[in-house]
């Protein structure tokens, strides 16, 4: 019996060496070439999941938004391996324009990503001053995308890097009233921002497979983040409340890093 029992222990001994030397020739031997990843992006208010135009979002401090428009741009994308070193995304290619209302805009597709086992992603939300800088010829298409999608003003005035549109009430705020937050570049400042952040899993790209990270985008962060910046304190009357400069605009810049969180990772 005892014999038996020593044999079955060398054969599960057996499997587990073959099972680990499996995974290390994965890692090592056949994690070449080039594949794809998909970064899609799930707009949020807090908890629940963003509906536009029907849906009442309570903020901290007792502002009931009603979304009608949420937009970003995402940008300069790098993807972090889990030794460490990353892959920079072609800057050229790296520039995307995220649209609630456009299911298709949600999902980034990544092309010719090395293969291995990625940990990380950083991106920028907006477009940064050293692209902005190359010139209205070189932006091409994305500044016409940008314009069609009502992301960016005139050329000299630049991008909007957050659009974020609807109504509000408050306590003293009684009517629905219009709201209007625009992030981008307001004189000198660009008001540009990056996240970075890791996956509760690791994605594997691979030539066969293409992961999926799924990132939430909780829009409440906006304006109640870390910053809390009142809609009602920004109402203008007939005009509503109109956020596009001024003091409230690096603050609402800042709230920007911590909107975004990785739910998990697909593999397959």
């Given at each position: 019996m005892k014999f038996q029992l020593k044999n079955i222990l060398a054969v599960v001994a057996l499997t587990f060496a073959f099972a680990s030397c499996s995974n290390d020739d994965e890692t090592v031997e056949t994690i070449t070439g080039q594949g794809r990843l998909a970064v899609e992006f799930d707009n949020v208010f807090g908890s629940a999941n963003l509906i536009l135009n029907s849906q009442a979002n309570v903020t901290s401090q007792g502002e009931t938004l009603n979304v009608s428009d949420v937009k970003y741009i995402i940008s300069n994308i790098v993807l972090t391996?889990?030794?460490?070193?990353?892959?920079?995304?072609?800057?050229?290619?790296?520039?995307?324009?995220?649209?609630?209302?456009?299911?298709?805009?949600?999902?980034?597709?990544?092309?010719n990503v090395p293969a291995g086992n990625y940990t990380g992603i950083q991106f920028g939300i907006g477009v940064d001053e050293q692209q902005y800088n190359l010139g209205q010829t070189v932006q091409g298409d994305f500044f016409a995308a940008a314009q069609n999608e009502d992301m960016a003003w005139s050329w000299s005035a630049g991008y909007k890097h957050v659009l974020f549109e609807g109504m509000f009430t408050s306590s003293t705020v009684t009517t629905p009233t219009i709201f209007m937050v625009h992030t981008g570049k307001s004189g000198a400042n660009y008001n540009y921002n990056s996240v970075n952040i890791a996956f509760p899993d690791k994605a594997l790209v691979r030539t066969n497979i293409t992961p999926d990270v799924h990132i939430l985008a909780d829009v409440a962060k906006i304006i109640d983040g870390t910053n809390k910046v009142k809609l009602t304190d920004n109402?203008?009357?007939?005009?509503?409340?109109?956020?596009?400069?001024?003091?409230?605009?690096?603050?609402?810049?800042?709230?920007?890093?911590?909107?975004?969180?990785?739910d998990h990772v697909h593999n397959d």
């Open positions: 391996k889990e030794d460490g070193t990353t892959f920079v995304y072609p800057k050229e290619q790296s520039y995307f324009i995220v649209s609630e209302a456009n299911a298709a805009s949600h999902v980034l597709e990544l092309e109402n203008m009357g007939g005009m509503g409340a109109m956020i596009m400069s001024g003091a409230n605009l690096p603050l609402i810049t800042a709230n920007l890093s911590a909107m975004f969180n990785v």
